[in-house]
């Protein structure tokens, strides 16, 4: 018998969700479920990973892992900086990163943006426009509830 843990669990959660993504078409977004009522540091993670095939504990992972992880992890750190107005330091404690690896982050992203990396360029687009859709809803569930 194996024995289930939280990260078996876990695991099993992101394949089952990878595996939704695989049969529905390509252009078919499923939306998601967002718990908060208004735009939140794990609701721009949700968005990044949904983007990026990268699964949502990884984000805070204290290793480096693979390229594609940390790229994903800093237009997370870029988003959640541009959009939130929260410090560096508030931003490093949520990422589990020290504050310097998020100046990095910044750095990083306004560096491939400076020189017109198409790729970068791509995702952040596509987090504008999440987040945007985002925040389009939320506005019309205040309006609708009289908030």
């Not at 939280?6 to 939704?20: C, K, P, R």
């Not at 892992?65 to 931003?91: P, V």
């Amino acid at each position: 018998m194996i024995p289930i843990t939280i990260g078996s669990v876990s695991e099993w959660i992101d394949a089952f969700q990878a595996e939704l993504r695989n049969r529905f078409n390509p252009g078919i977004t499923l939306m998601p479920i967002y718990k908060d009522t208004s735009l939140s540091v794990d609701n721009i993670i949700y968005i990044v990973s949904e983007l990026t095939d990268v699964p949502l504990k990884l984000f805070n992972s204290p290793h480096r892992g693979e390229q594609r992880i940390t790229e994903a992890r800093q237009a997370a750190i870029y988003a959640t900086y541009k959009y939130l107005n929260m410090s560096k330091s508030d931003i490093a404690r949520r990422f589990n990163r020290d504050h310097s690896s998020v100046i990095n982050s910044l750095k990083v992203i306004n560096n491939r943006l400076s020189i017109n990396d198409e790729q970068t360029i791509a995702l952040l687009n596509a987090i504008d426009r999440r987040i945007t859709h985002l925040l389009k809803q939320l506005n019309n569930e205040t309006k609708v509830n009289g908030c």
